[in-house]
């Protein structure tokens, strides 16, 4: 492994199929899903960050609901960085050599955690931390205790477990605003790509 990254994820999603998720993916409606948490919970905000941007679709949305807001993503891949990039303050780089004093009001991930190595998992808790004055927001796939899942023939590249029970416990002040799930079979998806995936609002 190149010991430019710290992690075989990284290389991996640095790499082909980082690009490849890209047309996957670029035409999913974004505002059905963390669109639609924001607005439903009243999140006011000025400022985000979303780690593990890929192309903005996200950031997309919210500045759709936040037309002046600041927005910002961290993309490793450098196919989506170029694609983020002109529509978004953004970083090329990894969750876990990103560095910056800035704070925003409101950190993202979305199904992000799930491929980072677990190993890594507390620096990235403590990342996602740091960075927010108000809120985090995280989409991922659930599971109660931690397990690995074979992803498109690949091993060790996604990852399930209770993430936000983990964040929780590590930083017990935050305070739980609202979750949910978005389920694969709901009628109202149909036209969209959508993971089975939970979604949890904490406020610090």
Request: positive net charge; charged residues 30%.
């Amino acid at each position: 492994m190149n010991n430019k990254y710290k992690t075989q994820q990284e290389k991996f999603w640095k790499g082909d199929f980082g690009k490849e998720y890209i047309s996957r993916n670029k035409l999913v409606n974004k505002f059905k899903f963390i669109g639609k948490n924001l607005i439903n919970n009243k999140v006011n905000i000025k400022s985000a960050i979303e780690l593990g941007s890929n192309i903005g679709l996200n950031l997309d949305t919210i500045k759709r609901i936040y037309p002046k807001i600041k927005t910002f993503g961290i993309e490793i891949n450098d196919s989506a960085f170029n694609i983020l990039k002109k529509k978004h303050l953004a970083s090329n780089s990894s969750i876990l050599e990103f560095s910056t004093k800035e704070k925003f009001d409101l950190v993202i991930t979305c199904l992000v955690l799930i491929h980072q190595n677990p190993k890594t998992l507390n620096e990235i808790y403590e990342k996602m931390y740091e960075l927010t004055k108000k809120y985090i927001y995280i989409a991922e796939y659930f599971n109660p205790t931690p397990v690995t899942i074979t992803y498109r023939g690949y091993k060790n590249k996604l990852f399930k477990r209770d993430f936000a029970k983990e964040i929780w416990n590590k930083y017990p002040k935050l305070r739980l605003i609202n979750y949910g799930f978005h389920w694969s079979e709901d009628p109202s998806f149909k036209k969209n790509t959508c993971d089975n995936e939970t979604w949890f609002l904490f406020q610090k």
